[in-house]
């Protein structure tokens, strides 16, 4: 299990997505997960509109300096691809994700690391064949199961799960029931959680 980071290893809700939230992540082992927009004509990281204030893409690599972790790179408008293929040149160990499906296609010809999505709503995950991998959401409980997520790494995909608490919901029934399945050391399998601490203390993950 891999864990990474929601938005930055924060400790207060207004850490989200700002410096010392993703120094934290960084220097304490963990990748993490990010929103990615533009703003005057500049890559920056903003989960809403961009303020003008927000945290350009290249102050944010900067922050991960050489490290190799993981980071999940969620597309909040269309168009980033060329421009963050560009920024991420030389660099592994990153995917994109959650991008409209013609954007999403548009990535894939240009050769980034695509997640696709899967949840109850998006019960066949689009472009499934020609993706690298699946950011597995549920937003009521009880979709993603165990089975399921063995179903996408049998098919060779890594897998992104999202932790329950990012939807409001007790994260304990999931964890025991990856653990009790024998997933917690799944090679290919990612857990972003807002938890970042506890979830690697729990599957016994090395950050």
């Known amino acids: 299990m891999i864990v990474l980071s929601h938005r930055g290893f924060?400790?207060?809700?207004?850490?989200k997505n700002q410096p010392v939230a993703f120094h934290r992540s960084f220097d304490a082992g963990f990748g993490t997960e990010t929103d990615l927009r533009d703003h005057a004509g500049r890559l920056v990281i903003a989960h809403d509109m961009p303020c003008g204030r927000d945290?350009?893409?290249?102050?944010?690599l900067?922050?991960?300096?050489?490290?190799?972790?993981?980071?999940?790179?969620?597309?909040?408008?269309?168009?980033?691809?060329?421009?963050?293929?560009?920024?991420?040149?030389?660099r592994g160990n990153w995917f994109?994700?959650?991008?409209?499906?013609?954007d999403m296609l548009a990535q894939i010809r240009m050769g980034l690391p695509v997640f696709t999505r899967s949840s109850e709503y998006e019960p066949v995950p689009p472009l499934y064949d020609?993706?690298?991998?699946?950011?597995?959401d549920d937003f009521s409980g009880g979709w993603q199961?165990?089975?399921k997520i063995r179903a996408f790494l049998a098919d060779g995909k890594q897998v992104c799960?999202?932790?329950?608490?990012?939807?409001?919901?007790?994260a304990a029934p999931l964890w025991?029931?990856?653990?009790a399945d024998g997933l917690g050391d799944a090679p290919g399998l990612m857990l972003c959680t807002d938890r970042p601490d506890a979830a690697a203390a729990f599957f016994g993950s090395k950050p």
């Open 62 to 90: 900067a922050m991960l300096g050489g490290r190799d972790l993981p980071l999940a790179i969620n597309i909040k408008a269309d168009g980033l691809g060329a421009g963050l293929l560009a920024a991420m040149a030389g």
């Open 96 to 102: 994109t994700f959650d991008m409209a499906v013609p």
């Open 55 to 60: 945290p350009t893409l290249e102050a944010f």
């Open 145 to 147: 199961t165990p089975a």
């Open 10 to 15: 924060w400790r207060d809700a207004a850490e």
């Open 176 to 179: 025991s029931a990856l653990l």
């Open 130 to 136: 020609q993706v690298r991998g699946v950011w597995a």
């Open 161 to 170: 799960l999202v932790s329950p608490e990012l939807h409001g919901r007790d």
